[in-house]
């Protein structure tokens, strides 16, 4: 397998993880400043696009979602090339 990729924002980490055989693509998201697990990125079939899977009572400020935004819609773009 490729070199798993590490994506760094103002406030939150995406970091690839392995998934398997699986041709998705799937992250952990974390904050930068305690390394929380805040939740995955990860296929949803259902909706044929890449969603953000939060982590129980997580709490997310507008510049959190915002990164998330961001990183969801390239990795949409990037899966459809």
Same mark, same amino acid.
């Given at each position: 397998? &490729?070199? *798993?990729?590490?994506?760094? =924002?103002?406030?939150? #980490?995406?970091? @690839?993880? &392995?998934? $398997? @055989? +699986?041709?998705?693509?799937? %992250?952990?998201?974390? !904050?930068?400043? !305690? &390394?929380? +697990? *805040? $939740?995955? #990125?990860?296929?949803? $079939?259902?909706?044929?696009? =890449?969603?953000?899977?939060?982590? $129980? @009572?997580?709490?997310? !400020? ?8 961001? %990183? *969801?819609?390239? *990795? ?6």
């Amino acid at each position: 397998m &490729d070199e *798993l990729k590490r994506y760094e =924002y103002q406030y939150i #980490i995406m970091q @690839e993880i &392995d998934n $398997g @055989e +699986l041709k998705t693509k799937k %992250f952990e998201v974390r !904050s930068k400043t !305690s &390394d929380v +697990l *805040l $939740g995955v #990125i990860k296929w949803h $079939g259902a909706w044929r696009q =890449y969603c953000f899977f939060p982590e $129980g @009572e997580t709490v997310f !400020s507008v510049g959190c979602m915002e990164c998330l935004n961001f %990183f *969801l819609t390239n *990795l949409g773009h990037e899966r459809r090339g």
